[in-house]
T-cell receptor, first 112, second 114 residues
Framework: GNSVTQMEGPVTLSEEAFLTINCTYT??????LFWYVQYPGEGLQLLLK?????DKGSNKGFEATYRKETTSFHLEKGSVQVSDSAVYFC???????????FGSGTKLNVKP | NAGVTQTPKFQVLKTGQSMTLQCAQD?????MSWYRQDPGMGLRLIHY???????DQGEVPNGYNVSRSTTEDFPLRLLSAAPSQTSVYFC?????????????FGPGTRLLVL
């Protein structure tokens, strides 16, 4: 079956530190991969996505590369800001009908 | 565009009561879904619909019913609420497509069952 595993949080960093949040997946086919972000009290928002192997998704300084050989889609940012504090979800979707599977989420706290 | 809207924002129920969580989208999206979010468990799919008149079960469908009579609306019904259904519920929609389409989420409904 399909599943997503994320590193557990919370992750606490100082402003301008380097961020990595690990995500690995199990899929029966060739899924699309996503990172969503949830700010306090809000719904999820798409951060970035990649639809095939070796694709790199990027947005707002965040990046993730679709690694088929290691079944991974790790999220990185070179210099985090306090405003990046949120919960980050890794997700995959099957090829048909966009059925999504989410990881458990990783809470990021960035301190000034 | 209002996007995906959900009502109510917060609800308290007693065990055994019924209620309907409303979800609407104005983007003409064919695909809609309901998730519940519980601490440490991420989002789990309850039910989804690929178009008006078509629904299917997700990962955790027990205790919930859905129907899709229009493209815009996708209500979630709790027939007899249980404390285990205390959660935050999110509705999402996405446009038709075969691969990698983005899901757009509503702001959520927080439900407490006593």
């Amino acid at each position: 079956g399909n599943s997503v595993t994320q590193m557990e949080g919370p992750v606490t960093l100082s402003e301008e530190a380097f961020l990595t949040i690990n995500c690995t997946y199990t899929a029966t086919g060739y899924p699309s991969l996503f990172w969503y972000v949830q700010y306090p009290g809000e719904g999820l928002q798409l951060l970035l996505k990649a639809t095939k192997a070796d694709d790199k998704g990027s947005n707002k300084g965040f990046e993730a590369t679709y690694r088929k050989e290691t079944t991974s889609f790790h999220l990185e940012k070179g210099s985090v800001q306090v405003s990046d504090s949120a919960v980050y979800f890794c997700a995959l979707s099957e090829n048909n009908f966009n059925k999504f599977y989410f990881g458990s989420g990783t809470k990021l706290n960035v301190k000034p | 565009n209002a996007g995906v809207t959900q009502t109510p924002k917060f609800q308290v129920l007693k065990t055994g009561q019924s209620m309907t969580l409303q979800c609407a989208q104005d983007m003409n999206h064919e695909y809609m879904s309901w998730y519940r979010q519980d601490p440490g468990m991420g989002l789990r799919l309850i039910h989804y619909s690929v178009g008006a008149g078509i629904t299917d079960q997700g990962e955790v469908p027990n205790g919930y019913n859905v129907s899709r009579s229009t493209t815009e609306d996708f209500p979630l019904r709790l027939l007899s609420a249980a404390p285990s259904q205390t959660s935050v519920y999110f509705c999402a929609s996405s446009p038709p497509g075969s691969r990698g389409e983005t899901q757009y989420f509503g702001p959520g409904t927080r439900l407490l069952v006593l």
